[in-house]
C-alpha cells in the first residue's frame, strides 16, 4: 500500500504546503468518525505535530454546532459543509473532503462548492471511493471497503503528510 501510494501522498503534502505558504487555509470536513479526524488533523495543523513552528491555518467545519444545526434545519443535511465553504473559503486555499465510503452527500457538496471558488480540492476514502474521488482534484483512496482499516490507514496517512508539510513549511522559513 505505501508503494501503490507514496506519490498521491507526496502530492497531497506538496499541495498543503504550497497553499499554506501563499497564505490560505486548509479546510476539513466529514462525518462521524472522519469528522474527529478533521479535528484531529485542524489540530496537529494548528498546534504542532513534531515541531516547534509557527501556527499553520486550519479549520474543521464540522466543528461548530451552532453552524450545523441551523444550516442542517433551515436549508438541508446535505448543505451543512457547502454553504460554510461559500462563506468562508477563498480561491488560495484547499477543502479536504473525508468519507470512508466516498458517498457522503454533504462531502460531495462541499468538495463541489470549493471547485466553484476555484480552491483546490482533496479528498480522503477507501475503495471505491466514488463520486468523492471524481470530485476532487487529487483523491487518497484506501485500497479497502472496511471502514475500520481505512480510518486506521486514514490517520497514518495523516501523520505522514502532517510530518512531510511541517518540515517543508519550517524550512521555507
Known amino acids: 500500500m505505501a508503494e501503490e501510494h507514496t506519490p498521491t ?13 501563499g497564505g490560505g487555509t486548509i479546510f476539513l470536513c466529514g462525518n462521524g468518525g472522519s469528522a474527529a479526524d478533521a479535528q484531529h488533523v485542524a489540530g496537529e495543523f494548528v498546534g504542532r505535530f513534531l515541531k516547534e513552528r509557527r501556527p499553520l491555518p486550519a479549520v474543521a467545519l464540522n466543528a461548530n454546532t451552532s453552524i450545523l444545526t441551523a ?4 436549508y438541508d443535511f446535505e448543505q451543512v459543509f457547502a454553504r460554510q465553504v461559500k ?5 488560495k486555499d484547499v477543502v479536504v473532503g473525508i468519507s470512508t465510503s466516498g458517498k457522503s ?4 457538496a462541499a ?4 471547485r466553484e471558488i476555484g480552491a483546490e480540492t482533496i ?3 477507501g475503495e ?3 463520486p468523492l474521488g471524481s470530485a476532487c482534484d487529487v483523491c487518497f483512496k484506501v485500497p479497502s471497503g472496511l471502514t475500520p482499516r481505512i480510518q486506521e490507514v486514514h490517520i497514518l496517512a495523516w501523520h505522514l503528510i502532517c510530518e512531510l508539510v511541517e518540515e517543508a513549511v519550517a524550512h521555507a522559513g
Open 9 to 21: 501522498l507526496l502530492a497531497i503534502a506538496d499541495r498543503l504546503t504550497a497553499r499554506l505558504l
Open 71 to 74: 444550516i442542517g434545519n433551515d
Open 87 to 91: 462563506a468562508l473559503v477563498r480561491p
Open 128 to 130: 471505491p471511493g466514488e
Open 123 to 125: 479528498g480522503f476514502t
Open 111 to 114: 468538495m463541489k462548492a470549493a
Open 105 to 108: 452527500p454533504n462531502v460531495i
